[in-house]
């Protein structure tokens, strides 16, 4: 068997205990991943499993003392090899219908029958239904919160893959900004992602999100070419061993347009300030207001976004602040975030600034490494 990754039993005793819920049942690839380190994901060297969920899902479902149990495809052998759940404490099921039958099983078995239940919201609907069928007196309540509970702080390890999830990022950032020159196509560029993000040994990309100009970001890849002066803006994160990154940064054949320049300026002032005054205690909520107050002193000019989002097995975890709103918690040490700030610059398309970020006891440090100007070729 292997250690955790990030799963800490002392850490689900206490949001179980929190909100009080006596099992708490995972069945979202990413939860699975984190409850058990079963390669359940779509970003696994061989995917199967998560390929496969439709017909044989994978649940994990931990108890009040933070004991583990999992659910897995019955053909799947390799149990040992990635999670650390004692083999005794893995069921097999090799239909939905017996997936459902142990885990009714098992619910009744512990005598949790009439107890509080927890539940993701993206539960598939059939099993919740047949969970709520079979046990009339209980109570289930939504999970969500407990499990990013969970997940905000992280070990070691984590910071470990994420580090490196950021690195590899950060040299398929480079690789597209060295290849940038008029003419050059999107296809191109993202092509020159892909293959790095593979060559440096990562599992996979999260998100190539890309535009030139006014392009659309969300819709890269149509062959649109690389113009003069026009911003091109990689917005990028790789998966390593299941950690994602999140970075961006801008490069501009010919000059950088005026506005676009004044407003990167202020954007990686804000972003600064965010850094230098994010520190464990601090609460989230108020802090949004005090960073948008610093915006304001510096530029009444523009609609800028200010957001600060954990960051690990989800490129947005959760929103720590941002424009719609923010956690009313502290922020606490070993938080991996990531902090940007975006501005729409007409002609221009969004134009802005991301970085990872870990909190340590005396506040931040910074995960990336590349220069946080836009570069100019």
Known sequence: MVDPIGYSKKRARKFLDKYDID?????????????????????????ILYVLSNQYPNLSMIRRDGEEYAIVWSLYNSIEDFSWIEPSKVFRAGSLEATIKILLKKVEEWDLGNKTIGLESYMPRYQSEALQKKFPDAKFVDADKAFIGMRLIKTEEEVRRIRKSTEVAEKAIQACIDAVKLDVLDTELLQIARRTIVDEGAWGWDHLTMNIGPSDPEAPGLGIPITQNDIVRFDFGAVWEGYISDVSREVVVG?????????????????EYCVDNIKPGVNASEFREEARSYLKKITKKGFYLITAHSIGLECEEAHLFGPTGAMDIPFEENMVMDIEVWLNVRGQGLVGIEDCYRITSSGCERLSRLDKKIVIK
């Open 23 to 47: 099992l708490l049942i995972a069945s979202t690839p990413v939860n699975v991943f984190y409850t058990t380190g079963l390669p359940v994901t779509h970003v696994a060297p061989n995917p």
């Open 255 to 271: 000059e950088i347009p005026k506005k676009a320049n004044e407003a990167m300026d202020y954007m990686i002032q804000v972003q």
